[in-house]
């Protein structure tokens, strides 16, 4: 079965804070995806990445990065957390090739910055 | 660019209600539709997909027709289920790297 895991579930953090959020799927996907996901804008990409190194800003990168050192494993980092950052993270991962276009995802992390 | 506008939630219907979410887009060339589902606490799921024109996508009594002429992707079901209630998400797939544009997604609740 397709399984994309998450760090954790919940996670409370202080403004100013260095956060990791990782992501390990385990289909050998090329494709990974971060989302943002808030009340009334739906989900909101920050980055994504199809390949190992390689990635790609989203629509609201601001304040994040990510890392992807292997196939399996695309980490978000929010460098100095601050209060706007409190949000349900998901992340996410597909094939690449025709058709094979469906995305998978996490369970989310729910992120509080205090 | 590419993108989807969906209909505001939120929506309540009582049980064998008829539901329809209306879903359109805006995409360069032949874009494959997607409706995902979030039941509460859990992340986004499948629920069915249409890649060309005049497809239907079908899934747990849920349906959805690709229809070119009206770029939209209406998510129907003839009779809803308490268990159904969940927020729905339209998506289209863009011409960038398998990126998805998801709409703003629609809370449905189902009384008994």
């Known amino acids: 079965d397709v399984k994309v895991t998450q760090s954790s579930r919940y996670l409370v953090k202080r403004t100013g804070e260095k956060v990791f959020l990782e992501c390990v799927q385990d289909m050998d996907h090329e494709n990974m995806f971060w989302y943002r996901q808030d009340p009334g804008l739906g989900l909101r990409l920050i980055y994504f990445s199809y390949d190992v190194k390689m990635k790609e800003k989203g629509d609201i990168p601001e304040g994040y990065s990510v890392s992807r050192e292997k196939k399996e494993r695309f980490s978000l980092i929010l460098e100095s957390a601050s209060t706007n950052q409190t949000s349900m993270y998901l992340c996410?991962?597909?094939?690449?090739?025709?058709?094979?276009?469906?995305?998978?995802f996490g369970p989310g992390t729910r992120l509080t910055v205090l | 660019g590419d993108s989807v506008t969906q209909m505001e939630g939120p929506v309540t219907l009582s049980e064998e209600a008829f539901l329809t979410i209306n879903c359109t887009y805006t995409?360069?060339?032949?874009?494959?539709l997607f409706w995902y589902v979030q039941y509460p606490g859990e992340g986004l799921q499948l629920l069915l997909k249409a890649t060309k024109a005049d497809d239907k996508g079908s899934n747990k009594g849920f349906e959805a027709t690709y229809r070119k002429e009206t770029t939209s992707f209406h998510l129907e079901k003839g009779s809803v289920q308490v268990s159904d209630s969940a927020v729905y998400f339209c998506a289209l797939r863009g011409s960038t790297l398998g990126r998805l544009y998801f709409g703003r997604g629609t809370q449905l609740t189902v009384w008994p």
């Open positions: 996410a991962s597909s094939p690449s090739g025709q058709g094979k276009d469906t995305q998978y």
């Open positions: 995409a360069t060339g032949y874009p494959s």
